[in-house]
């Protein structure tokens, strides 16, 4: 009697619609696109520093990109997408971006 390894044809075809791992996918991924492109900003807290109010806000790439190209004393960046931003900056943000 001779035994065969691995799949038949088919059998990976009904394995993975059997899963819906490829609907599955599908949203993650567009989910992903749309965390990426579209514009996020989430206030995380705020704090007076010397008499002055700076936000630590997360924001999406696009939002990101854009702070990066303002004056570099309203802002600092402590992680990818998350940023110390001046009171000034914030509010501009806001207004551009929601």
């Given at each position: 009697?001779?035994?065969?390894?691995?799949?038949?044809?088919?059998?990976?075809?009904?394995?993975?619609?059997?899963?819906?791992?490829?609907?599955?996918?599908?949203?993650?991924?567009s989910q992903m696109i749309n965390e990426l492109t579209?514009?996020?900003?989430?206030?995380?807290?705020s704090a007076e520093v010397d008499q002055e109010t700076w936000h630590t806000v997360q924001l999406s790439y696009p939002v990101a990109s854009w702070i990066r190209t303002q004056n570099k004393q309203h802002w600092v960046e402590l992680t990818e997408g998350c940023f110390d931003v001046h009171e000034s900056l914030y509010t501009m943000l806001m207004l551009k971006w929601k």
């Open positions: 009697m001779m035994t065969t390894t691995g799949w038949r044809k088919g059998q990976i075809n009904l394995l993975v619609s059997a899963r819906q791992t490829g609907k599955s996918n599908w949203a993650a991924w579209l514009p996020n900003i989430k206030l995380i807290e």
